[in-house]
């Protein structure tokens, strides 16, 4: 699948690679376990039946910051996202418009393109649709169900027989993953939140309420794929991401990353999911970024309270405020977006940009060594735009001694993604 295009950051000069990031599945501050010239990046991608939110882009503008912090040390970084572009959403918006949902799955994803292009979100190396990648797919759940960690479930109903689900406990007997290893939640939450994400706990001929479905038979009007033993079907949500990481990182790759809404089920079985393949865990670390209110609620597609990237720049928002307005808050809190936020986010690009006319123009490597030190402590985004806040009202620490380097612009956008001319 066709990614989008983002400028190559300039080349800066090379900082310490000093990062610390809270890693979900341990809950401790720790570095995330990249090489010292090499790094590896999935973060999940979207469901294309609607346009980017606010949540989204805080998602990917986050995980983008890590890219360039890495990059920043001299890092080079492998970086895959897909696209679940056929999935129980997507078709059920598809039959409430009338639209068929290759189209809409074609014309939301351009949309998405349009709006990380606009906001400086570096594109990925490997952007993979789940109908890319549906083979592959296939070929992980047969073998699954070789190794007994998966098991067929008759048909309900009037429903087919062959749903395929995946046996947690005898993949807890099997391999080294354990339930809630990934999640670090217990039992009573895992519970609570599977129906409320897409698990169906009740589902008759289930080993477990917790088992996540593997493949999905056929059902009359629904798209389906000839996949050999398992017959005409579809993925579940899961195992995508595990085999689309897979094909295209290394075994672990660094950081898997997403909303704190994935950490379960999505991110606990695709990492249940790889294991139980190859018997090596999918991620060294496990980052999520906080959820995004619109109005007193989180926002959300099925609450429809949204504001959307593509509406904002629709109305002559300058994308480098908006994203301003998305680092204004650490990656991992919640928050509200409001007016008054994207209102300050314009003032203090505003005050960036007439610094660069000023006399401390050039102190970039003085800016750059202190973004990148705020950036070490669990990508602390707010902190760094002080640095530049600072460096606007002339009173960041060792501006007096600012020699030759990259000019400040360079760095902000480097390091950043925030493009001030």
């Given at each position: 699948?066709?990614?989008?295009?983002?400028?190559?950051?300039?080349?800066?000069?090379?900082?310490?690679?000093?990062?610390?990031?809270?890693?979900?599945?341990?809950?401790?501050?720790?570095?995330?376990?990249?090489?010292?010239?090499?790094?590896?990046?999935?973060?999940?991608?979207?469901?294309?039946?609607?346009?980017?939110?606010?949540?989204?882009?805080?998602?990917?503008?986050?995980?983008?910051?890590?890219?360039?912090?890495?990059?920043?040390?001299?890092?080079?970084?492998?970086?895959?996202?897909?696209?679940?572009?056929?999935?129980?959403?997507?078709?059920?918006?598809?039959?409430?418009?009338?639209?068929?949902?290759?189209?809409?799955?074609?014309?939301?994803?351009?949309?998405?393109?349009?709006?990380?292009?606009?906001?400086?979100?570096?594109?990925?190396?490997?952007?993979?649709?789940?109908?890319?990648?549906?083979?592959?797919?296939?070929?992980?759940?047969?073998?699954?169900?070789?190794?007994?960690?998966?098991?067929?479930?008759?048909?309900?109903?009037?429903?087919?027989?062959?749903?395929?689900y995946f046996d947690l406990r005898a993949?807890?007997?099997?391999?080294?993953?354990?339930?809630?290893?990934?999640?670090?939640?217990?039992?009573?939450?895992?519970?609570?939140?599977?129906?409320?994400?897409?698990?169906?706990?009740?589902?008759?001929?289930?080993?477990?309420?917790?088992?996540?479905?593997?493949?999905?038979?056929?059902?009359?009007?629904?798209?389906?794929?000839?996949?050999?033993?398992?017959?005409?079907?579809?993925?579940?949500?899961?195992?995508?991401?595990?085999?689309?990481?897979?094909?295209?990182?290394?075994?672990?790759?660094?950081?898997?990353?997403?909303?704190?809404?994935?950490?379960?089920?999505?991110?606990?079985?695709?990492a249940a999911h790889a294991t139980a393949?190859?018997?090596?865990?999918?991620?060294?670390?496990?980052?999520?970024?906080?959820?995004?209110?619109?109005?007193?609620?989180?926002?959300?597609?099925?609450?429809?309270?949204?504001?959307?990237?593509?509406?904002?720049?629709?109305?002559?928002?300058?994308?480098?405020?908006?994203?301003?307005?998305?680092?204004?808050?650490?990656?991992?809190?919640?928050?509200?977006?409001?007016?008054?936020?994207?209102?300050?986010?314009?003032?203090?690009?505003?005050?960036?940009?007439?610094?660069?006319?000023?006399?401390?123009?050039?102190?970039?490597?003085?800016?750059?060594?202190?973004?990148?030190?705020?950036?070490?402590?669990?990508?602390?985004?707010?902190?760094?735009?002080?640095?530049?806040?600072?460096?606007?009202?002339?009173?960041?620490?060792?501006?007096?001694?600012?020699?030759?380097?990259?000019?400040?612009?360079?760095?902000?956008?480097?390091?950043?993604?925030?493009?001030?001319?």
């Open positions: 699948m066709k990614s989008w295009s983002t400028p190559t950051p300039a080349p800066l000069p090379a900082c310490p690679d000093r990062l610390r990031v809270h890693d979900t599945a341990t809950g401790r501050l720790r570095h995330p376990g990249n090489g010292p010239d090499r790094a590896s990046l999935y973060v999940c991608g979207i469901t294309p039946y609607d346009a980017t939110h606010l949540g989204h882009a805080t998602t990917y503008v986050s995980f983008d910051l890590l890219q360039r912090y890495w990059r920043a040390c001299g890092i080079a970084v492998t970086y895959t996202q897909n696209v679940t572009d056929v999935d129980d959403p997507l078709l059920e918006r598809a039959e409430a418009t009338g639209v068929d949902w290759r189209e809409l799955a074609r014309e939301q994803t351009d949309l998405f393109r349009a709006d990380m292009e606009a906001l400086e979100v570096l594109a990925p190396d490997h952007y993979v649709g789940v109908t890319e990648a549906v083979g592959l797919v296939a070929e992980a759940v047969a073998g699954l169900i070789a190794a007994g960690l998966a098991y067929r479930v008759p048909g309900t109903a009037g429903e087919p027989d062959g749903d395929v993949a807890e007997r099997a391999t080294d993953w354990r339930l809630g290893s990934v999640s670090a939640m217990d039992a009573a939450t895992m519970a609570a939140v599977f129906p409320e994400r897409g698990g169906d706990p009740d589902r008759p001929g289930k080993r477990d309420r917790l088992d996540p479905l593997l493949w999905r038979v056929e059902r009359p009007g629904e798209p389906a794929w000839e996949a050999g033993t398992l017959g005409r079907g579809r993925p579940g949500w899961h195992i995508e991401c595990s085999v689309i990481a897979r094909e295209h990182l290394p075994a672990p790759f660094t950081v898997q990353g997403g909303g704190s809404d994935l950490r379960f089920p999505h991110h606990e079985f695709s393949v190859d018997g090596r865990p999918l991620a060294l670390t496990y980052l999520h970024s906080g959820m995004v209110a619109l109005d007193g609620r989180k926002m959300s597609k099925s609450l429809g309270n949204l504001e959307l990237v593509s509406r904002l720049r629709a109305r002559g928002e300058e994308p480098v405020a908006v994203r301003a307005a998305v680092l204004a808050h650490h990656y991992r809190s919640d928050w509200e977006w409001t007016e008054q936020g994207l209102e300050e986010a314009r003032r203090r690009v505003a005050a960036w940009r007439a610094a660069l006319t000023g006399p401390h123009a050039g102190a970039g490597t003085v800016v750059l060594e202190a973004a990148h030190r705020a950036l070490s402590e669990d990508l602390d985004a707010p902190a760094a735009l002080r640095v530049l806040d600072d460096w606007a009202a002339g009173t960041l620490p060792g501006l007096e001694r600012a020699g030759d380097g990259p000019d400040v612009a360079t760095v902000a956008h480097a390091l950043l993604g925030l493009r001030l001319r």
